[in-house]
């Protein structure tokens, strides 16, 4: 029985690696917003030495570079070409797959024009908190990558989506602004969230639609998911609940739930991270959280169609990572990214 891989990655602003909109490494240190490494092609060797550690067939990449000429340059000059891209260009913090060229399956993007990402791209109209009458329009600023996935010769469709829902962090919210819970600064946290759980309920009404309309018999969504950043308090003091958790559906859509690669002992151990960063919610510390995922629809889960998760096969890659890292990564130029990779492997039957 053959089998593929994938694997997510959030790559910290790849795109300052590049000169601006162009195919080509930067040679000194760019001056962009994110990180601005001394050393650029350095910085995209230890990426590519990671991406080639997972010995992944698909990676969904997220802060990818704004044009897809640029990631298809980083594959052909740092990773021997080996992969094709597959990409869509929504600024600087745009999301790819990279797929490998032996893949033993067929892959397939589907267009933007496609109507799948009109409904994505949906405006969402809400009340902000603590308001009653100032409704906000919001638009789902990154549009996901959508693959379709089948055995050559087959019909039978299994949806890859790689995605990165927006960003929690707001400016303000410090640790001082969230111990006194300034009003100002709390109000925009939570104005953030709720823009958050927009992108997650569009996620969450595609999923519904393509098992239910038939379009694929299974669904597979990775990437950075962003459900971290003060969780607890939203959870606790705004009974706003965990994203991931919005995410997986409801009970009337038994075919629709995404389930997590992760197993439950997986997901309460306390190495199951990707992610560290100074929290207000902490006090300041750091804290460690997983906000970079792979999920999938029950049939995967089961072994009902032809592509199945293995048992026991997903991973964080916290050594592939650390094998490409200097010094505890601190600085910009030590590290390959500030996220781990995830990766799980499924059986081709």
Known sequence: MSSIRIASYNIEWMNNLFEPNKPKIRLTKGKALGRNPENPRAVAEKIA????????????IQEGPAKVAQMKHFVSE???????VFGVESGTQSIYAIVRKDIAIDVVQIDQEHRLYALLGRPVTFQPWGEVDSKKTYRMARPPVLLQLSKPGSTDIVELIVAHTKSQFTSGFNTKAFKERDPVAMKAAVLSRQKLSADI??????????????????????????DGFARNTFEKEFLMQSLVDE???????????????????QLADSATFTVQFNSP??????????????????????RKIWLKLKNSSAKIGHEVSAAHTDNAGKKADERPSDHIPVWADFDIK
């Not at 030495?49 to 969904?60: E, H, M, R, S, Y």
């Not at 740092?78 to 094709?84: G, I, M, R």
């Not at 969450?204 to 962003?226: F, K, M, P, W, Y």
């Open 78 to 84: 740092f990773l021997d070409n080996k992969y094709d």
């Open 49 to 60: 030495a990671v991406i080639n550690d997972l010995k992944a067939d698909i990676v969904g």
């Open 247 to 265: 995410l997986r559906g409801s009970f009337r859509r038994q075919n629709a739930l995404l389930e997590h690669a992760f197993s439950q002992a």
């Open 281 to 302: 919610e902490a006090g300041g510390k750091v804290t460690k959280e997983l906000i970079d995922h792979i999920l999938s629809t029950p049939k995967i889960h089961d």
């Open 201 to 226: 309920a569009a996620y969450r009404r595609h999923v519904t639609h393509v098992i239910l309309s038939e379009q694929a018999s299974g669904v597979i969504l990775v990437g950075d998911l962003n």
